[in-house]
């Protein structure tokens, strides 16, 4: 990698290169590093008709670092979000990730872009990792037209199609049929790909889920349906609303592994594991043990249902950000202050991604009318008074 | 008038209004009427209910602390978690236990947390609620059931937390469908629905919840079901509406009378069995008449109110019947105030109906 000193002016890819005059020689190479690490993850897996994968994960100093990055920006993004709501320049429904970043970003390390990955509401985190960019998010949540969804979806809507992500469901635990139809296309075209299908402890308890299991089962499809169990659906703890809260084993003869959600490692060996099962044996649900800091929503405070001191004592205890941090230093694959200098980094390129949205234009109102069937059908749709106003669907 | 007492504009202004005026307490005895809002008379009614009928229950998601929109506080405190209880997150699940409940003579009321998420259950009040009675020859019924859910636009609801789905259950014979356009009807509609002896959907305005403070009287009482009331009273054009929207076309009545147009305002309040002889009669009177609504035009009610006063009252309208609605496009983000209909749009066609 070519050791020059960066100016100001340089492009923002070049950005992301570290200055080398406060790196120690030794550690010039850290964010290429490829040699193997092996960590052990914090719990052992539990398995429920399965043999659970080893406790040892192989990582890299390039990974490692490409973890802390990548969660500190989408914690750093959740943050954000959490003002400009609060500014009123985000409007409607906001949902947000931050203390459940391993999941996201444990996932993408095992998988590919043509994997598909679909969830529901709670997305922005996982947009990140399928690829979107902070400006697409940033604009999606204003509602503006530079948005992943134009600035007709909003928070909950978020949608990649170029790396095969489904998106962003209002609806709980409609998006887990869904999952089991891509699997079910993905079967068909035979290309080693996978489905994985997420949805909350709430969602768990929905029908809709036990039929798409039935039905992947029976056909073997490739579809692995992830639950990310932050114990508490909006406000009711999850021993409230489920019988047997082991969402693991509710797939009953689908085999299924309970995982610390905040572990990146543990969340990555997880669904390297479920990708290989899927692909011989069909559908395996994988419980991602994490938590989430904020509440369900931006209306919901957080701190009706759960107490204080079991927030912040998640936050000591099992922070996935911190993990990594301790991991990192811990190997001396970068120092405390290089890692605060990602942290500034990441904060001033989220600042500045959210001047750039701002800047973007709200959807032209004719906008209101597009897309609502395909192209060329020609439906009209009437306005105030049939006679005076009238607009073709484009 | 209670309208008069809705306060705030459509957008713009966050749900958290006005709180409650006068916290004196008064004594039940002396009949007082005190202000309150929406989800407040809702509880009222909640609470009368369960008070009068020790076989009410009062159950759906997240019920037991208060609810999302505070309509079931301080219940589950008052008549323990036997009867107020929360259920976990499946509407399909909770209608269809709700109807098993009916059908065992209790009175069930059925919270669905937003209206958009009914869908679900869909299958069970159209297909195992409404036709239970007709089935079984009379044998069984469900109709202790009551399902409340808040509906219709709050300004940033988007697609899942605006949307108006009444028509969807105005096609279902079987079952009743209300809405209620103010706290003192919908403390009275709401206890007639609960001791109405078929299963009903009722409907609350969710954007009326905080705003809208009306004097309601304290005690124990019920309005009629299926009787239309005309809040407003005009010769020259009939408006017909519900829930939220009348007081958007309260707001176009008092400008369009500037104008020398006098228009009579119904609420219809019950959708289904609807109150036609009511609408007809004004109809008759005034000679043209205009329905609004939230929800989509194609297929909305307003289609059925339409073709029913057209049957009725051919000879007599002197212009076509006029619907102002929203738009045929999903409920949407960015554009609710260009999918709604707003008072200017009611306004112009009132102008548009009268001089045609």
Same mark, same amino acid.
């Given at each position: 990698?070519?050791?020059?000193?960066?100016?100001?002016?340089?492009?923002?890819?070049?950005? @992301?290169?570290?200055?080398?005059?406060?790196?120690?020689? @030794?550690?010039?190479?850290?964010?290429?590093?490829?040699?193997?690490?092996?960590?052990?993850?914090?719990?052992?897996?539990?398995?429920?008709?399965?043999?659970?994968?080893?406790?040892?994960?192989?990582?890299?100093?390039?990974?490692?670092?490409?973890?802390?990055?990548?969660?500190?920006?989408?914690?750093?993004?959740?943050?954000?979000?959490?003002?400009?709501?609060?500014? #009123?320049?985000?409007?409607?429904?906001?949902?947000?990730?931050?203390?459940?970043?391993?999941?996201?970003?444990?996932?993408?390390?095992?998988?590919?872009?043509?994997?598909?990955?679909?969830?529901?509401?709670?997305?922005?985190?996982?947009?990140?990792?399928?690829?979107?960019?902070?400006?697409?998010?940033?604009?999606?949540?204003?509602?503006?037209?530079?948005?992943?969804?134009?600035?007709?979806?909003?928070?909950?809507?978020?949608?990649?199609?170029?790396?095969?992500? /489904?998106?962003?469901?209002?609806?709980?635990?409609?998006?887990?049929?869904?999952?089991?139809?891509?699997?079910?296309?993905?079967? /068909?075209?035979?290309?080693?790909?996978?489905?994985?299908?997420?949805?909350?402890?709430?969602?768990?308890?929905?029908?809709?889920?036990?039929?798409?299991?039935?039905?992947?089962?029976?056909?073997?499809?490739?579809?692995?349906?992830?639950?990310?169990?932050?114990?508490?659906?909006?406000?009711?703890?999850?021993?409230?609303?489920? #019988?047997?809260?082991?969402?693991?084993?509710?797939?009953?003869?689908?085999?299924?592994? #309970?995982?610390?959600?905040?572990?990146?490692?543990?969340?990555?060996?997880?669904?390297?594991? *479920?990708?290989?099962? *899927?692909?011989?044996?069909?559908?395996?649900?994988?419980?991602?043990?994490?938590?989430?800091?904020?509440?369900?929503?931006?209306?919901?405070?957080?701190?009706?249902?759960?107490?204080?001191?079991?927030?912040?004592?998640?936050?000591?205890?099992?922070?996935?950000?911190?993990?990594?941090? #301790?991991?990192?230093?811990?190997?001396?694959?970068?120092?405390?202050?290089? @890692?605060?200098?990602?942290?500034?980094?990441?904060?001033?390129?989220?600042?500045?991604?959210?001047?750039?949205?701002?800047?973007?234009?709200?959807?032209?109102?004719?906008?209101?009318?597009?897309?609502?069937?395909?192209?060329? @059908?020609?439906?009209?749709?009437?306005?105030?008074?049939?006679?005076?106003?009238?607009?073709?669907?484009? | 008038?209670?309208?008069?007492?809705? =306060?705030?504009?459509?957008?713009?202004?966050?749900?958290?209004?006005?709180?409650?005026?006068?916290?004196?307490?008064?004594?039940?005895?002396?009949?007082?009427?005190?202000?309150?809002?929406?989800?407040?008379?809702?509880?009222?009614?909640?609470?009368?209910?369960?008070?009068?009928?020790?076989?009410?229950?009062?159950? +759906?998601?997240?019920?037991?602390?208060?609810?999302?929109?505070?309509?079931?506080?301080?219940?589950?405190?008052?008549?323990?978690?036997?009867?107020?209880?929360?259920?976990? =997150?499946?509407?399909?699940?909770?209608?269809?236990?709700?109807?098993?409940?009916?059908?065992?003579?209790?009175?069930?009321?059925?919270?669905?947390?937003?209206?958009?998420?009914?869908?679900?259950?869909?299958?069970?009040?159209?297909?195992?609620?409404?036709?239970?009675?007709?089935?079984?020859?009379?044998?069984?019924?469900?109709?202790?059931?009551?399902?409340?859910?808040?509906?219709?636009?709050?300004? $940033?609801?988007? $697609?899942?937390?605006?949307?108006?789905?009444?028509?969807?259950?105005?096609?279902?014979?079987?079952?009743?469908?209300?809405?209620?356009?103010?706290?003192?009807?919908?403390?009275?509609?709401?206890?007639?629905?609960?001791?109405?002896?078929?299963?009903?959907?009722?409907?609350?305005?969710?954007?009326?919840?905080?705003?809208?403070?009306?004097?309601?009287?304290? $005690?124990?009482?019920?309005?009629? =079901?299926?009787?239309?009331?005309?809040?407003?009273?005009?010769?020259?054009?009939?408006?017909?509406?519900?829930?939220?929207?009348?007081?958007?076309?309260?707001?176009?009545?008092?400008?369009?009378?500037?104008?020398?147009?006098?228009?009579?305002?119904?609420?219809?309040?019950?959708?289904?069995?609807?109150?036609?002889?009511?609408?007809?009669?004004?109809?008759?009177?005034? +000679?043209?008449?205009?329905?609004?609504?939230?929800?989509?035009?194609?297929?909305?009610?307003?289609?059925?109110?339409?073709?029913?006063?057209?049957?009725?009252?051919?000879?007599?309208?002197?212009?076509?019947?006029?619907?102002?609605?929203? =738009?045929?496009?999903?409920?949407?983000?960015?554009?609710?105030?260009?999918?709604?209909?707003?008072?200017?749009?009611?306004?112009?066609?009132?102008?548009?109906?009268?001089?045609?």
């Amino acid at each position: 990698m070519a050791l020059s000193y960066l100016r100001s002016s340089s492009s923002r890819s070049a950005n @992301l290169l570290k200055p080398l005059s406060s790196s120690l020689p @030794l550690r010039r190479h850290i964010s290429t590093d490829t040699t193997p690490i092996t960590v052990e993850t914090s719990v052992p897996f539990t398995s429920h008709q399965c043999d659970a994968p080893s406790r040892s994960v192989e990582t890299n100093p390039k990974e490692l670092l490409t973890f802390f990055r990548d969660m500190a920006l989408m914690r750093r993004m959740e943050i954000a979000a959490d003002s400009l709501y609060k500014a #009123k320049l985000i409007r409607g429904f906001c949902h947000l990730y931050d203390g459940q970043e391993a999941v996201a970003v444990g996932m993408e390390a095992a998988i590919t872009k043509k994997d598909c990955i679909i969830t529901s509401y709670r997305d922005h985190c996982t947009f990140i990792g399928r690829g979107g960019t902070l400006l697409e998010v940033f604009a999606e949540l204003m509602g503006r037209q530079g948005g992943c969804s134009k600035g007709k979806g909003g928070s909950m809507h978020f949608y990649k199609k170029d790396s095969n992500f /489904y998106g962003g469901h209002g609806i709980v635990g409609a998006q887990v049929p869904l999952g089991c139809g891509l699997a079910f296309a993905q079967k /068909y075209s035979k290309d080693e790909t996978v489905t994985f299908a997420l949805y909350g402890d709430g969602a768990a308890n929905q029908g809709q889920l036990f039929e798409a299991l039935n039905i992947s089962a029976l056909w073997d499809l490739p579809a692995i349906l992830v639950c990310e169990n932050n114990h508490y659906g909006m406000g009711t703890a999850e021993w409230r609303a489920a #019988k047997s809260p082991a969402y693991y084993k509710r797939g009953d003869y689908v085999p299924g592994l #309970k995982v610390d959600g905040m572990d990146a490692l543990a969340v990555k060996q997880a669904c390297k594991f *479920a990708k290989e099962h *899927a692909l011989k044996n069909g559908p395996i649900i994988l419980e991602m043990d994490t938590y989430r800091y904020h509440g369900h929503s931006m209306s919901d405070p957080g701190s009706t249902y759960r107490t204080r001191d079991e927030i912040t004592g998640v936050r000591q205890e099992r922070d996935p950000i911190e993990r990594i941090r #301790k991991l990192i230093l811990s190997h001396d694959l970068a120092t405390e202050k290089e @890692l605060k200098d990602i942290e500034k980094e990441v904060r001033k390129e989220v600042d500045d991604t959210i001047t750039q949205a701002k800047e973007s234009p709200m959807p032209d109102p004719s906008e209101l009318f597009t897309n609502v069937y395909a192209k060329g @059908l020609g439906v009209e749709s009437f306005g105030a008074d049939r006679k005076e106003l009238r607009a073709s669907l484009p | 008038m209670a309208l008069r007492n809705i =306060l705030g504009k459509r957008f713009g202004v966050g749900l958290a209004g006005r709180r409650p005026l006068s916290t004196a307490t008064c004594d039940v005895e002396s009949g007082n009427a005190k202000a309150i809002n929406l989800y407040s008379a809702i509880n009222q009614a909640l609470l009368i209910a369960l008070e009068t009928d020790p076989r009410a229950f009062v159950f +759906g998601e997240d019920v037991s602390f208060g609810g999302v929109f505070r309509c079931t506080t301080g219940l589950a405190d008052r008549f323990g978690k036997a009867r107020v209880f929360n259920t976990p =997150l499946c509407e399909q699940g909770i209608v269809g236990f709700g109807i098993g409940l009916a059908a065992m003579g209790n009175r069930a009321i059925a919270e669905i947390q937003f209206a958009d998420y009914i869908y679900p259950a869909f299958d069970q009040i159209v297909n195992e609620a409404s036709k239970f009675r007709y089935r079984s020859g009379n044998q069984f019924n469900c109709g202790g059931l009551t399902i409340r859910a808040p509906y219709g636009a709050v300004g $940033h609801g988007g $697609h899942y937390h605006s949307q108006s789905p009444e028509a969807f259950f105005c096609h279902v014979p079987g079952i009743k469908v209300v809405i209620p356009r103010s706290p003192r009807q919908a403390k009275g509609l709401l206890l007639s629905c609960i001791r109405d002896p078929n299963p009903v959907v009722f409907f609350e305005p969710k954007w009326l919840y905080r705003l809208a403070v009306e004097e309601v009287p304290e $005690h124990d009482y019920m309005l009629p =079901l299926s009787e239309a009331e005309v809040i407003r009273q005009g010769s020259d054009i009939t408006l017909v509406g519900w829930g939220a929207q009348l007081s958007i076309m309260e707001q176009a009545c008092i400008e369009a009378e500037r104008d020398g147009i006098f228009c009579e305002l119904i609420d219809l309040k019950t959708l289904i069995p609807w109150d036609k002889e009511t609408v007809e009669a004004s109809v008759r009177k005034t +000679g043209r008449v205009l329905i609004s609504h939230e929800a989509p035009v194609t297929g909305g009610f307003g289609a059925e109110i339409s073709a029913s006063i057209v049957e009725r009252c051919f000879l007599r309208l002197e212009a076509p019947v006029a619907r102002v609605c929203g =738009l045929d496009t999903p409920f949407p983000l960015v554009f609710e105030p260009f999918y709604m209909p707003t008072k200017n749009k009611i306004l112009d066609a009132i102008k548009a109906t009268v001089n045609y």
